[in-house]
């Protein structure tokens, strides 16, 4: 077994069991992930990326559940264990940050109390020790004069101070991997590259592997080593993000690309994707991008596509992936 | 370090500021420093059958003809001071009303909160039960169980609680679900703490602002519906005369003149409501950021 392997998830399926039908929010996805890897996850709303990262912790709530695949992380399904071996994972091993840093800290306890939380919980440290672990997270994080910041409460930071908390908070245990939901969307521009440097850089420096989920292959091109893209809950393309950017197999990764801004205006014009996510209790037959596919053809309409390994680590679910290693 | 973060806090700030605060606290201060040094206070102990003479029967106010300056407010059927009375009722009623609410708060939060968070069939079952008892009036449920259970000090303090909880209940289950939603509880749930925590120390304090505001107001109603209960004689058993049984008492002599007996007690309840209504009105503007 490779020893790098941090998480290797297998044929991952999520539904949602809604009275109006049954949505198959992740359908059969695979990936892996190395230690101190950072892995992009884009896609547009309602493609499935949430749902992956919550599927990896195990935080699916009802009438959502995960049906089948293997998600290993270290060597071990986290699908086959215990709840309470979940709890003692969540936040030590693996930890999250999330989209909105305004809801994302209880507004009724002091911020140090909260990142001195996760520390009671995971590790076995005096009430000394703690408190200089906090400042020493604050000071990593980038937030100034961090001994009397502990005791402020979150109405007290502005967004992107709070986003800083809430990475000091993810990587309080150290954990081996954290994943970020879409972690800059709710931040001004300005911020948002701090923010995602910050990231990128803390990840080295601890050597946390990284799952970044956006819907900004901006982000994706800066900070990520690999990125997948999700569709309608499938995975259509994986592969090395340079490689996926200046090649895109994929004919929805092609259109994400085309309908990005160009400020240089290198572009003639923008190229939107046509039509919307179809709805997900109609998918169409077939290839569910058939219908927005400019390369569509009849076979796209009737059978599944093949996930087809195009190049090295390079997968596309396509009959005709728009580019093949020679 | 404490007196200096109430010294500059939002809510002393407000506090200073409002007329209604500062009238309504200092009355509520009166009235638990009457209850509590009632004893020490009151020129007779009402409850001392030595001290009652016939002869003081129906004696008027000080202040009228007839009246002496012993028995300030006068005195009822039995010589016992009015004003020793209401002071020692007041305690009565206070213990009563507070330890009610006490009770049926901590009772409509639990259920509020498993409602709530748990959801589901659990929630719905929950739910509609409060509904139809809410829709039986309290009065009705209370006249029910205080004569099924006898008059009682504990009995009351049940009944209370039983009639009370169902508000708190339906309040905190509607604050649950909305904060449930926040990302801070899914970031909670990340970090890897169990429902139980998460209910009572990421949940609870969210929901504590309209607990709060609602038990003013539920002090209040129960120092009523106590009253109304002792005056209908399903209250307290005699030997511990609450407020409301005092003007239950003076009720058959109103007519004939001697109206103190009831008036007085009739008096303090309406003041302790509302005083109690008051600093409740403040600090529903001052806690529910919504109305501010």
Redesign the interface.
């Known amino acids: 077994m490779n020893e790098d392997l941090l998480l290797d998830v297998r044929n991952l399926q999520t539904y949602f069991y809604t009275p109006k039908g049954v949505v198959k929010a992740v359908d059969r996805v695979s990936f892996n992930l190395h230690r101190g890897e950072v892995l992009g996850i884009v896609g547009e709303s309602g493609g499935g990326k949430s749902v992956t990262g919550f599927s990896l ?1 195990r ?1 699916i709530e ?1 009438p959502g559940r995960i049906v089948g695949g293997e998600v290993i992380f270290k060597g071990v399904d986290l699908l086959k264990k215990s709840e309470q071996y ?7 091993e693996i ?2 940050v ?3 840093p305004m ?7 002091t911020v140090g109390n909260q990142l001195e ?2 520390l009671i ?2 590790q076995d440290l005096t009430k000394e020790q703690r408190k200089r672990r906090c400042i020493e997270l604050l000071t990593m994080v980038g937030i100034p004069n961090p001994e009397k910041r502990l005791k402020d409460y979150p109405h007290q930071f502005s967004g992107g101070m709070r986003q800083r908390v ?1 990475i000091a ?1 993810a990587l309080a245990s150290k954990p081996d991997l954290i994943i970020a939901d879409e972690p800059t969307t709710a931040l001004d521009v300005t911020i948002q590259a701090q923010i995602l440097k910050l990231m990128k850089k803390l990840s080295e420096e601890t050597g946390s592997a990284l799952i970044l989920i956006t819907h900004d292959l901006a982000v994706i091109s800066e900070l990520t080593d690999r990125v997948n893209v999700m569709y309608c809950g499938n995975l259509v393309e994986t592969g090395h993000t340079k490689a996926v950017i200046q090649n895109p197999a994929h004919p929805y990764t092609e259109g994400l690309l085309r309908s990005i801004p160009d400020i240089a205006d290198t572009k003639p014009r923008l190229e939107p994707i046509p039509g919307i996510v179809p709805n997900m209790y109609e998918l169409p037959q077939g290839c569910k991008f058939s219908d927005r596919c400019k390369y569509c053809q009849s076979v796209c309409r009737e059978q599944e596509p093949p996930l087809l390994e195009v190049g090295r680590g390079r997968k596309v679910l396509c009959f005709f992936p728009l580019w093949k290693e020679e | 370090m404490m007196l200096q973060r109430i010294a500059e806090s939002d809510f002393f700030y407000h506090y200073r500021r409002s007329a209604t605060a500062i009238v309504s606290s200092f009355l509520l201060f009166f009235i638990v420093f009457v209850a509590l040094l009632g004893p020490l206070l009151t020129p007779q102990d009402p409850y001392a059958l030595s001290n009652l003479h016939l002869a003081n029967a129906y004696k008027p106010p000080a202040w009228l003809p007839g009246g002496e300056l012993r028995f300030l407010l006068g005195t009822d059927q039995q010589g016992r001071d009015i004003l020793s009375a209401i002071v020692y009722g007041s305690r009565v009623s206070l213990f009563i009303a507070l330890l009610g609410v006490l009770l049926s708060s901590t009772l409509g939060i639990l259920i509020g909160l498993l409602a709530g968070y748990v959801g589901g069939r659990l929630e719905a079952a929950i739910m509609r039960f409060a509904d139809i008892q809410l829709s039986f009036p309290s009065m009705l449920i209370a006249l029910f169980l205080m004569t099924t259970f006898g008059r009682s000090v504990v009995n009351i303090i049940i009944t209370l609680t039983l009639i009370g909880w169902v508000r708190y209940a339906r309040i905190v289950r509607g604050e649950t679900l909305s904060v449930r939603k926040k990302e801070y509880i899914e970031a909670s749930r990340v970090i890897g703490y169990s429902d139980i925590h998460i209910m009572f120390r990421e949940v609870l304090p969210n929901v504590l602002n309209s607990v709060i505001v609602l038990s003013t107001i539920q002090i209040g109603t129960f120092i009523l519906l106590e009253a109304t209960l002792s005056f209908l004689g399903l209250g307290v058993p005699a030997t511990k005369p609450t407020l409301g049984m005092l003007c239950s008492e003076g009720f058959s002599v109103l007519y004939s003149g001697l109206w103190w007996v009831s008036f007085f007690p009739g008096l303090y309840i309406v003041f302790i409501v509302f005083a109690i209504n008051l600093f409740g009105d403040f600090l529903r503007d001052q806690l529910n950021p919504r109305l501010r």
């Open positions: 912790l935080l009802y979940m709890r003692s994972l969540r936040g030590k930890s999250m999330f989209q909105d809801t994302s800290l209880n507004p009724v306890y939380e996760s919980l995971h809430i908070i």
